[in-house]
């Protein structure tokens, strides 16, 4: 059973930095897709970024030009770069993940907060 490990999570202020790793148990290059999701108390899950086999990237408008998503096959290791946070970033962050089949899986989640 493949497993996902989300980490790098905690307090930051507005307009500071994160990085969340995402830990794979198996070979992320088995996977069609990789994505970072994430909820906010009293709102539904959002999808933030995605990242394909490929390298292809796709982020939702709010986090354009301040998120990068990218992924570390050797590592077997997906990352979300956050910059420039803003308080209704706030959420838990959750590392997903894809193969036809299909085949889904989710990660346990991290908490990030933003101060103002």
């Known amino acids: 059973q493949v497993q996902l490990v989300e980490s790098g999570g905690g307090l930051v202020q507005a307009g500071g930095s994160l990085r969340l790793p995402c830990e794979c148990s198996?070979?992320?290059?088995?996977?069609?897709?990789m994505s970072w999701y994430r909820q906010a108390p009293g709102k539904q899950r959002e999808l933030v970024a995605t990242i394909t086999s490929g390298g292809s990237t796709n982020y939702v408008d709010s986090v354009k030009g301040r998120f990068t998503i990218s992924r570390d096959n050797a590592k077997n290791t997906m990352y979300l770069q956050m910059n420039s946070l803003k308080p209704e970033d706030t959420a838990v962050y959750y590392c997903?993940?894809?193969?036809?089949?299909?085949?889904?899986?989710w990660g346990q989640g991290t908490q990030v907060t933003v101060s103002s």
């Open positions: 997903y993940a894809y193969r036809s089949g299909p085949l889904r899986f």
């Open positions: 198996g070979k992320i290059s088995n996977f069609n897709a």
